[in-house]
């Protein structure tokens, strides 16, 4: 099986002596590396036939271009760009290299791939949404491969598929086998959050891993983008949040050209960008720079000088939501922006005398989720207006808030007998959702947990079909609180490539040991790529990562 994969991958098993003591926890089975039958593809397409037949490819010969009848032409930027990324992705920095003039094409050689883009209306100056056609097929044969898609965003997946399929060969030459691929997504939201409030990431951290993400075809950058710690996003309303609120008011703040630059990178490899900015809840920073937002708490009769949620009683609360959110749809073109809404505490609301009287007034009793509900309809209210989706939260919906029909629901609590039983409540109650629950990536052990990222199903729930279709996908999240530009990369990946492979692949995809050999070589690929992916196990890459 080495043609398939260009490399033998070894793997040292270390037999006893694995750095657990004898009383630790049973581990998963031990995994041996076996080359697949699949090659080093992740995740897996839907349909893939490899065969024995191989073909070379040369730097100095080898074009990727579009198909004389393909709806979109040399004028797509997103697409000539994609280009020249896989070709450098494929044979590496051309410009070191030495070329052969005197070389010839031999008859075995792969001299082109042709990107046909079959649609009248390629999306290329579009940007990604929930609906976007990301299917493709690829045919690689001799001399012309060919890569069909409807749009550019099943183009740019085939591109990303054909850079997979080629390896080296003994004597180090690029090579690819005779393939027929038709692939497609299992799940139309395929999400990676970040939290860039409880740490700043950098720009430059960020893009690495929207490349990063595009490698294995996620779609979705959940932006959390502001938090109780800091607000980094640097408004042009309201300039004070960050002036105030961020780390540092020049250092430590996304400027509106950095998240401008964030988007249209994001763009070009087909991923949505959906920000979160997460209300009545997670505001502390906000209330450092906008007067009275925060609810002021109470001992006994006093101030105490410490301040709670957003003060859900005042009218200057939801004009300030108003501006705020009409900013955030103007510079956010996504369809939806995530509105958070958990962890609601309710101490402070109920030492404040002000919010008692509210409640007295508006017939709450002692019932704060009420109160909660009454913000949180306003909101989504205000919104609404601005003619954006939204998506919460669970608590939104577990406390019973009126939700549009579209609302996206967002599952991130319990285990999996307590998520499976979320998914079912709110998909009977006719309403989408994604799943976060079992892909909390910032909890970290010893051992292999990617196993139990790759074994979690959001549709693995007790439902009618149609209940299963209301399931869009997931989001693998990494909360910041331990985590900056220090340590995000490996810890991200390639324990997040479990994830991409759920909800791309079909669901019958689940041998684990084949997905260890394939992701045991994806993950050389990324580090290959400059991409400081950690190791699944002992064992050592061709190409090892040369550092910072």
């Given at each position: ?75 797509c930027s997103l697409l000539q760009l994609a280009y020249r990324r896989y070709y450098e992705y494929i044979f590496g920095d051309v410009k070191k290299q030495k070329v052969n003039k005197s ?302 029909p579209d609302t996206l629901i967002h599952v991130w609590k319990g285990n999996q007998e307590k998520y499976q039983t979320e998914m079912a409540n709110i998909t009977s109650a006719g309403f989408k959702t994604l799943l976060s629950s079992p892909w909390y990536l910032n909890r970290i052990s010893y051992g ?101």
């Amino acid at each position: 099986m080495t043609y398939l994969l260009g490399f033998t991958f070894i793997l040292l098993a270390l037999g006893s002596c694995r750095g657990l003591q004898e009383n630790d926890v049973a581990e998963e089975p031990e995994l041996v590396f076996q080359a697949s039958k699949y090659g080093s593809l992740w995740p897996l397409p839907q349909k893939v036939e490899i065969s024995e037949a191989s073909f070379k490819l040369s730097s100095s010969s080898f074009r990727i271009t579009d198909a004389k009848e393909s709806g979109a032409g040399s004028s797509c930027s997103l697409l000539q760009l994609a280009y020249r990324r896989y070709y450098e992705y494929i044979f590496g920095d051309v410009k070191k290299q030495k070329v052969n003039k005197s070389w010839k094409a031999g008859l075995t050689d792969l001299l082109e791939l042709q990107v046909w883009i079959t649609s009248s209306d390629s999306e290329c100056d579009s940007y990604p949404t929930a609906s976007s056609d990301e299917s493709y097929e690829l045919l690689v044969d001799q001399p012309v491969a060919v890569l069909k898609a409807p749009k550019v965003w099943g183009a740019l997946h085939g591109l990303e598929t054909f850079s997979q399929l080629v390896y080296e060969d003994e004597y180090g030459a690029k090579t690819i086998n005779a393939t027929v691929i038709s692939d497609f997504p299992r799940f139309a939201h395929r999400g990676v959050l970040l939290d860039t409030s409880r740490h700043f990431l950098s720009i430059k951290v960020i893009l690495a891993n929207l490349e990063t993400m595009a490698m294995n075809k996620f779609n979705v950058f959940h932006w959390h983008i502001v938090d109780d710690p800091s607000f980094p996003y640097l408004s042009r309303t309201f300039p004070q949040l960050s002036q105030k609120g961020a780390y540092h008011p020049y250092t430590h703040v996304y400027t509106p050209a950095d998240v401008k630059m964030v988007i249209e990178f994001a763009r070009l490899r087909g991923i949505r960008v959906v920000p979160e900015f997460d209300t009545p809840g997670h505001t502390q920073s906000w209330g450092k720079g906008q007067l009275d937002l925060l609810t002021p708490c109470y001992t006994g009769s006093k101030p105490s000088g410490t301040f709670g949620p957003v003060n859900p009683i005042l009218n200057s609360t939801y004009d300030f939501m108003t501006q705020f959110f009409k900013e955030i749809s103007d510079v956010f073109p996504d369809a939806y922006v995530h509105l958070g809404g958990d962890e609601v505490d309710f101490t402070c609301w109920k030492s404040n005398p002000d919010i008692q009287k509210f409640m007295e007034q508006q017939g709450f009793g002692q019932d704060y989720r009420k109160l909660e509900s009454f913000y949180i309809q306003k909101l989504l209210d205000i919104v609404a207006a601005t003619n954006k989706g939204y998506m919460i939260w669970q608590e939104v919906f577990d406390n019973g808030v009126k939700l549009k029909p579209d609302t996206l629901i967002h599952v991130w609590k319990g285990n999996q007998e307590k998520y499976q039983t979320e998914m079912a409540n709110i998909t009977s109650a006719g309403f989408k959702t994604l799943l976060s629950s079992p892909w909390y990536l910032n909890r970290i052990s010893y051992g292999q947990d990617w196993q139990g990222y790759y074994k979690a199903d959001p549709q693995h729930f007790k439902g009618t079909e149609e209940q299963k279709k209301l399931v869009v996908g997931g989001e693998a999240c990494l909360w910041g609180e331990y985590v900056d530009a220090t340590n995000v990369t490996p810890r991200l990946w390639p324990r997040a490539s479990a994830v991409a492979e759920r909800l791309w692949s079909a669901k019958e995809i689940t041998d684990i040991r084949d997905a260890y050999s394939r992701l045991s070589v994806h993950r050389c690929r990324l580090v290959e790529r400059g991409i400081p992916a950690e190791p699944l196990s002992p064992s050592f890459c061709p190409h090892e990562y040369k550092g910072i």
